[in-house]
Every structure is written in structure tokens, then in C-alpha cells.
């Protein structure tokens, strides 16, 4: 008989799926083989898309590139005169992203990308003056950066949290590794936070998104 994990994780993979075969994914794949970094699901970066289209992005935030699948992933989905702003602190990974944007044929004017730490380019960024923010770097760095994302939008704006599951050790109360602390801060923090709205999708590993009220 067919356990119910084996069902449950059927439908996990499944619904990764649904998007079908992407060119963009497949190439944020071999940049991540050259970099080292694994990118974004593809079931993830479809919930990105969708997010960014229903909220009508202009004006978005990535916080880690990593791949540039994240930052793909908005753009597709974002208005189509829609500016993002990408952050990460490796020149590597700014030039990936520079090189999988360009290959989806976005435009360089609808991108602002920046080599350098987040904790010191998010403080110049303007309040409000953001429709979304995607949070996709180092989990111990995340709950600052919420804060931060959180200041970012206008009210109606999105925060999203890449891996908010930590890799599926979220859940599991006897694990206190410095990243599965941080994210549960991070959940912990939007849930008690009464200015927000927020959901945690298993998508990926893990797809926490808030909306600012
Ligand atoms: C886990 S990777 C993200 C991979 C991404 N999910 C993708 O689709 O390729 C994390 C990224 O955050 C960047 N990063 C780590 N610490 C950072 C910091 N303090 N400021 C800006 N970027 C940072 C790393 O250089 C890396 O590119």
C-alpha cells in the first residue's frame, strides 16, 4: 500500500510541475552548476510569476540574485514597465542574472542590479515605495531583511521568503540550526505582526508570502 508521505510527496512533485518545461529554468540550472548555488524550484518560480502578475508589479525588490531565476521569475509576471531592483554581495551572481535576463529578453532598462551587501543598500531604498519584495539569500539574514522588505512596500505591497521551510526542518521541533531559528522568526514575526497578512505555501522549499495591509 502507498504511504500517505508517498501520496503527499506525489502531489508535492506534481504541483512543482504544473508550469511544464522552461528554457529560462533549465539555464538558471547550469548557472547554478557553474556557481554553486542551487536556483529557485520551477514550481516556485511559477508562484513568483503569478504573485508579480496579480499584484501588478512596477516596482520590485530581490534580495540575493543567486541564479537571476528569482529575479526572471517577477520580471515575467511584473507590469511591463516594471523596474527591479536586484541585490546580491557576488559579482558572479549579478552577472548570472545579468546573462538569464538577458536570455528571457528583458530589457537592461527594467533592471537596476546591484553588487554589494543588502544590509547596506536596502537602508537607501525609498519607504513605500515598493509594490514587492522577494527575499532569496541566507536564511540567518532574513529576519532583518523582513523587517527591511516590510518597510519597503506600501500598504497592498508583497514580501515573499524563498526556502521559509529551511529545507523541510522547519517542522521539526528538535532542530535549532542557526538558518531553521531564523526562519522561524521570520514566520513567527508575520504572524504576530497585526500590519500583515501572511500564508506559508509548501511550494519549493518553502514559500512564505505576506501581503502589507
Ligand atoms: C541561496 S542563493 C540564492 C539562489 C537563488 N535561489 C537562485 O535561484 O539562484 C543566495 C544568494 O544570496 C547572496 N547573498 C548572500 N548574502 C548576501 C548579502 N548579505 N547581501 C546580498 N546578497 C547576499 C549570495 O551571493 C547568493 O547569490
Given at each position: 500500500m502507498t504511504s500517505p508521505d508517498k501520496i503527499k510527496y506525489a502531489s508535492w512533485a506534481y504541483a512543482e510541475e504544473h508550469a511544464g518545461p522552461d528554457s529560462v529554468a533549465e539555464q538558471a540550472a547550469a548557472l547554478g552548476a557553474d556557481l554553486g548555488l542551487e536556483p529557485l524550484s520551477e514550481g516556485t518560480a511559477?508562484?513568483?510569476?503569478?504573485?508579480?502578475?496579480?499584484?501588478?508589479?512596477?516596482?520590485?525588490?530581490?534580495i540575493g540574485l543567486g541564479t537571476?531565476?528569482?529575479?526572471?521569475?517577477?520580471?515575467?509576471?511584473?507590469?511591463?514597465?516594471?523596474?527591479?531592483t536586484g541585490i546580491d554581495a557576488s559579482a558572479d551572481s549579478v552577472s548570472a542574472a545579468r546573462a538569464l535576463l538577458q536570455a528571457q529578453g528583458t530589457a537592461s532598462s527594467r533592471t537596476r542590479l546591484i553588487t554589494g551587501k543588502a544590509d547596506q543598500?536596502?537602508?537607501?531604498?525609498?519607504?513605500?515605495?515598493?509594490?514587492?519584495?522577494?527575499?532569496?539569500?541566507?536564511?540567518?539574514?532574513?529576519?532583518?531583511?523582513?523587517?527591511?522588505?516590510?518597510?519597503?512596500?506600501?500598504s497592498g505591497g508583497l514580501l515573499v521568503v524563498s526556502d521559509a521551510l529551511d529545507r523541510d526542518r522547519?517542522?521539526?521541533?528538535?532542530?535549532?540550526?542557526?538558518?531553521?531559528?531564523?526562519?522561524?522568526?521570520?514566520?513567527?514575526?508575520?504572524?504576530e505582526n497585526d500590519a500583515v497578512l501572511s500564508a506559508l505555501f509548501p511550494t519549493g522549499t518553502g514559500l512564505l508570502v505576506a501581503v502589507k495591509k
Amino acid at each position: 500500500m502507498t504511504s500517505p508521505d508517498k501520496i503527499k510527496y506525489a502531489s508535492w512533485a506534481y504541483a512543482e510541475e504544473h508550469a511544464g518545461p522552461d528554457s529560462v529554468a533549465e539555464q538558471a540550472a547550469a548557472l547554478g552548476a557553474d556557481l554553486g548555488l542551487e536556483p529557485l524550484s520551477e514550481g516556485t518560480a511559477a508562484a513568483l510569476t503569478v504573485l508579480a502578475a496579480a499584484a501588478q508589479a512596477r516596482s520590485v525588490v530581490c534580495i540575493g540574485l543567486g541564479t537571476g531565476l528569482g529575479a526572471a521569475a517577477l520580471l515575467r509576471g511584473a507590469a511591463q514597465n516594471a523596474v527591479l531592483t536586484g541585490i546580491d554581495a557576488s559579482a558572479d551572481s549579478v552577472s548570472a542574472a545579468r546573462a538569464l535576463l538577458q536570455a528571457q529578453g528583458t530589457a537592461s532598462s527594467r533592471t537596476r542590479l546591484i553588487t554589494g551587501k543588502a544590509d547596506q543598500v536596502l537602508p537607501r531604498l525609498t519607504s513605500g515605495g515598493y509594490d514587492m519584495v522577494l527575499i532569496d539569500t541566507e536564511a540567518t539574514d532574513a529576519p532583518g531583511y523582513a523587517e527591511q522588505g516590510l518597510r519597503l512596500l506600501h500598504s497592498g505591497g508583497l514580501l515573499v521568503v524563498s526556502d521559509a521551510l529551511d529545507r523541510d526542518r522547519l517542522p521539526r521541533p528538535a532542530v535549532r540550526e542557526p538558518s531553521t531559528q531564523a526562519m522561524r522568526q521570520v514566520e513567527a514575526g508575520l504572524k504576530e505582526n497585526d500590519a500583515v497578512l501572511s500564508a506559508l505555501f509548501p511550494t519549493g522549499t518553502g514559500l512564505l508570502v505576506a501581503v502589507k495591509k
